[in-house]
């Protein structure tokens, strides 16, 4: 259903820029966003966005250095991350779900891409 790309190797202080698309079975009202799991951690919350106006979360640890956009029509979302920590690297998750109720809680989303692995060498 979702179909992330764009992750690497990069230095401390880089950018990279993920995509997801969804699959044509998606509904483009669905809200999406980004989680990511670091080693040895639990998956948490990075952004989300709402189709309509739209609006747009940030967990506080990338707020200012990521951002995340919307195409409706692609059923796509971006997410581009400037100035990258060693903190950041990570398995980033694409996700969808129909309620634009809690964008940061994970029962909000009921499609999950396969990921893609972000490096952050210091």
């Known amino acids: 259903q979702l179909q992330a790309c764009g992750g690497g190797l990069v230095q401390a202080g880089g950018s990279l820029r993920l995509s997801c698309a969804a699959s044509?079975?998606?509904?483009?009202?669905?809200?999406m966003g980004w989680f990511r799991r670091a080693p040895g951690k639990g998956r948490e919350f990075v952004a989300g966005?709402?189709?309509?106006?739209?609006?747009?979360y940030y967990a506080d640890s990338v707020k200012g250095r990521f951002t995340l956009s919307r195409d409706n029509a692609k059923k796509a979302v971006y997410l581009q991350m400037d100035s990258l920590k060693p903190e950041d690297t990570a398995g980033y998750y694409c996700?969808?779900?129909?309620?634009?109720?809690?964008?940061?809680?994970?029962?909000?989303?009921?499609?999950w891409g396969q990921g893609t692995l972000v490096t952050v060498s210091s």
């Open positions: 044509a079975r998606t509904s483009s009202t669905y809200v």
């Open positions: 996700a969808a779900g129909p309620s634009p109720l809690d964008l940061n809680r994970e029962s909000s989303y009921v499609y």
């Open positions: 966005t709402t189709s309509s106006g739209p609006t747009t």
